[in-house]
């Protein structure tokens, strides 16, 4: 008894349900509920040769999706000019169905859609291949999009089976089968309550769909044309005394089809190639599943035995004794199957047993009576044929156990040989792995046959957890699978994840999360923000912000950056946390050795420090981020003050928008309102731009100072009077702007005298002194003591600096009066500004402001400027 005595999938357009009446042949092809048209849609296409129709008839008419987007997609890719990667549309178009069918019902629609996007750019892979050959069609790349597509109707296949089919069939209750029913009404039962054997057909199912023809030489229909069978023999038996010359042997005295075996001769040469190349392409139809074009094939090349051959393995069942046809059914019915199967099926075990006839009839009866060797030894280097093989066996042992058990007549005793051919998956699969065959082991231990193999024994935690070995190189099984993760791969490996998460098969959620993470890290060096933004929604929320947050590391572009927070929005993150995290993550990196050493001109900004200067512009496109951008800029201010940058110090000011501090008061509604935090970030902003106006006014007065306008050379003794006259001019010129030049330094003197007191005299408690904190504000934390000790840090530095040069601006533009005054700013208690002081800085001060005392002297005043009274 073969699998193929209950066909899950229908081998002809004209096959029945079992659940339906009928005759001919097509009647015994027995069909499953398993939504047959679906599983003919998925499953039923012998090999990739014939994509186009695949594609028309498997899927354009389940497509639920805009025609504007996978479909034109799949169109794109005819082009006349060859690109670099085709495949690579394949990232989007899952994007696009999983986006569009991600809140669907039906998730095995999901899976359609897929299929059918592997198989569009397949079929061009299939076009370029014959167009432009081998090297320039990548054939290598196409292979593992090939071993996608098996793998994806796999599980397909399986899974529908498993989620839908499997959980109807324990809400029904099947009890089993009943005896005393016929054979076929027995396997029909059998099949509708054991999911096992249901599964296994599904699998020989899918492993017939996915063969490929091997090319073993010309086929029977390029050497003979529709004829009798063995015509050379005959011709030669028919003519034998008028031949002049023999063939040099002895064939066959008769023409019989056990003539060759029962006279133990030959046939005719040519017959002999011949008869061995029908029974190749015999085989390659009974390997496609495809019995009823076997048979045909048979027939058509004059071997109808072969054809009647192939009849004697179907299920037997007598209509007339079905209750249920009628009491008035006057006319005979026909009696379907072969009510002598037990004894066809011993003679086809034993002819598969026999060296007397070539490998490929052994392996056709074989495979109708569970002969596991005969199959072996022709499928001996093929992991996919070798699992056909002992499925097709394990198939036939358990229904033949069935009706022995459950059919109330006598059979025929099989060889105990045929009986311990019974195995579980796991041992098949444990003898795959250890093959004699290389290429077996090969794939055994690949990448895509593990997967497969963890598909079919429903282990997917154990699949997950090898995944997860995979991707941290730590695989242990795969040692000598040596290819590195691409990333189609990766694309592959996290739809199974999203896929097994849908239908709730996924118990290991850290591997889940690993493998779609490896993923996002794949797209991220693709720079999709699309891609990355959508697969990175799918993930906890801690490493949400860490993996988008590395992707905006690598956006530079102002364009780019806002796209890039747009999709973030679109699938749900965290925009605010993210750019906060990405901008933290930039302003703490370390410069590498070479970004030190670079040479820079005074007032020139490095690479190193314009990438964390840019980054506050993550921050600018959320006026509600407003208050987190004064924050680190403030903090990256503080970092450059220390280091003496104020170019960065500049660039940073530069950087914040001029609505900023308006945007804040707009989010809290009132100033009152603004929180402690945004506070104090306001004021110390304030407190740099008081600090950068003061040394940019200073740095023009010094300019201003030092290009005083140059006096005229004299002109010289016994010039003439042309010579006089243009010294005159000259010296004209020379005091109009040397006028200038004092009207403007005095302005500039006002001016920087006023922008640097404001540092000094800043408002409310002095300049980087936060406000009072409230009860509610906890400032314990190591981050705002950090930034109190900073602060204080930078008071101690920069207000005696700002003070020195107040002092050489009032010095020099011979302003002692206001030197002296400056002691009393300093020494004032409303500020404070002594306690900044070191002894050493302040005994330096002391000692400026007594020369301006003494200039003071020097002009009949007192020390403080005063009139002095006699």
């Not at 503080?638 to 003496?644: G, I, K, P, S, V």
């Not at 603004?674 to 506070?679: L, T, W």
Request: glycine share 4%; proline share 3%.
């Amino acid at each position: 008894m073969s699998s193929n005595l209950t066909k899950i999938k229908p081998q002809t357009g004209d096959s029945i349900n079992v659940d339906e009446g009928g005759g001919g042949d097509n009647a015994y092809n027995l069909s499953m509920n398993l939504a047959p048209s679906e599983l003919q849609r998925i499953l039923h296409q012998s090999h990739y040769t014939n994509a186009s129709s695949f594609l028309s008839n498997s899927f354009k008419a389940n497509m639920l999706i805009d025609s504007t987007t996978i479909c034109e997609r799949s169109g794109a890719l005819e082009s006349t000019e060859y690109p670099k990667e085709k495949a690579d549309i394949l990232f989007s178009q899952f994007l696009e169905v999983w986006k569009i069918r991600a809140n669907g019902s039906d998730v095995f629609d999901t899976i359609q859609d897929l299929i059918f996007a592997c198989a569009g750019v397949l079929e061009t892979a299939k076009q370029e291949l014959s167009r432009y050959g081998e090297e320039k069609g990548r054939s290598n790349n196409w292979k593992w999009l090939e071993q996608e597509l098996k793998t994806w109707k796999l599980l397909y296949a399986l899974y529908k089976d498993r989620t839908l089919v499997q959980c109807g069939d324990e809400a029904m209750g099947f009890d089993g089968a009943t005896l005393g029913g016929s054979e076929k009404e027995v396997i029909s039962q059998l099949y509708n309550c054991n999911s096992t054997l249901r599964e296994y057909q599904l699998i020989i199912d899918w492993l017939e769909a996915c063969y490929e023809c091997r090319d073993y030489g010309p086929l029977i229909g390029h050497t003979t044309d529709r004829s009798v069978s063995w015509e050379n023999t005959l011709f030669q038996l028919k003519k034998k005394k008028q031949l002049a010359f023999g063939t040099g042997a002895e064939i066959v005295k008769s023409i019989d089809p056990d003539a060759p075996i029962r006279e133990k001769r030959p046939l005719h040469a040519l017959d002999e190639e011949d008869s061995m190349r029908l029974s190749r392409c015999i085989f390659q139809e009974v390997r496609q599943g495809r019995i009823d074009e076997a048979t045909v094939m048979c027939k058509y090349y004059g071997q109808s035995w072969r054809a009647a051959i192939f009849e004697g393995w179907r299920l037997h069942e007598d209509p007339n004794y079905d209750d249920t046809i009628g009491a008035n059914k006057s006319e005979k019915l026909s009696i379907e199957g072969n009510p002598r199967r037990d004894i066809w099926k011993k003679c086809a075990w034993l002819m598969a047993d026999s060296k007397k006839f070539d490998e490929y009839t052994r392996a056709i009866a074989g495979a109708f009576s569970g002969h596991l060797d005969s199959l072996k030894s022709l499928l001996g280097n093929s992991w996919e044929d070798l699992l056909w093989a002992y499925l097709k066996v394990q198939v036939d042992i358990r229904v033949e156990s069935e009706i022995r058990a459950c059919c109330l007549k006598p059979y025929h005793p099989l060889p105990e040989e045929y009986w311990n051919s019974k195995m579980s998956l796991e041992q098949i699969f444990d003898e795959l792995l250890v093959h004699n065959d290389a290429d077996v082991r090969d794939y055994a231990q690949s990448k895509i046959g593990i997967t497969q193999k963890y598909f079919i024994l429903d282990n997917i935690s154990e699949l997950l957890q090898q995944m997860r070995r995979w991707i941290d190189n730590e695989d242990a099984e795969c040692e000598t699978e040596c290819t590195p993760m691409t990333p189609h791969m990766l694309r592959f490996l996290t739809h199974i994840v999203l896929f097994m998460r849908q239908i709730g098969r996924v118990d290991k959620e850290d591997a889940a999360y690993h493998i779609i993470a490896a993923y996002v890290e794949c797209l991220i060096t693709m720079g999709d923000a699309q891609l990355v933004a959508f697969y990175t929604a799918t993930l906890p929320s801690k490493t949400r912000i860490s993996l988008y947050s590395k992707f905006l590391e690598k956006v530079h572009k102002k364009e780019a950056r806002s796209i890039a927070l747009e999709e973030a929005i679109n699938v749900g993150l965290n925009v605010e946390e993210i750019t906060r995290h990405t901008v933290e993550t930039i302003r703490y990196t370390i410069p590498t050795d070479s970004e030190m050493t670079g040479s820079l001109q005074a007032g020139e900004i490095s690479e190193f420090d314009q990438r964390k200067i840019k980054s506050l512009e993550w921050l600018t496109f959320l006026p509600a981020q407003r208050g987190e951008l004064l924050w680190q800029a403030n903090a990256m201010i503080r970092t450059y003050l220390a280091e003496n940058k104020n170019e960065c110090v500049r660039a940073i000011s530069n950087m914040i928008p001029s609505d900023s501090l308006a945007q804040i008061i707009k989010l809290y509604s009132t100033k009152d309102d603004i929180p402690y935090r945004e506070d104090c970030s306001i004021k110390e902003y304030l407190s740099y731009k008081v600090y950068i106006a003061a040394i940019d006014s200073f740095n023009e007065w010094t300019r201003l100072y030092h290009n005083r306008p140059k006096e005229p050379e004299p002109a010289m003794a016994g010039a003439n009077f042309t010579e006089r006259v243009a010294f005159e001019h000259r010296e004209q010129v020379y005091r109009a702007e040397l006028n200038h030049w004092r009207i403007t330094l005095q302005e500039h003197v006002k001016v920087c005298r006023d922008s640097l007191y404001n540092v000094l005299v800043f408002p409310e408690m002095g300049w980087l002194i936060d406000p009072d904190v409230p009860k509610t504000f906890d400032s314990n934390t190591v981050i705002w003591e950090t930034r109190l000790t900073q602060l204080e840090k930078l008071r101690s530095i920069y207000i005696p600096e700002i003070v020195l040069l107040l002092y050489k601006v009032l010095h020099v533009s011979k302003d002692f009066q206001g030197c002296i005054k400056l002691a009393d700013d300093i020494a004032s208690e409303t500020r404070q500004l002594y306690k900044v002081y070191t002894k050493h800085k302040l005994a330096d001060l002391l000692s400026k402001l007594a020369n301006s005392s003494l200039e003071l002297l020097n002009k009949k005043l007192d020390p403080w400027g005063y009139s002095a009274q006699i």
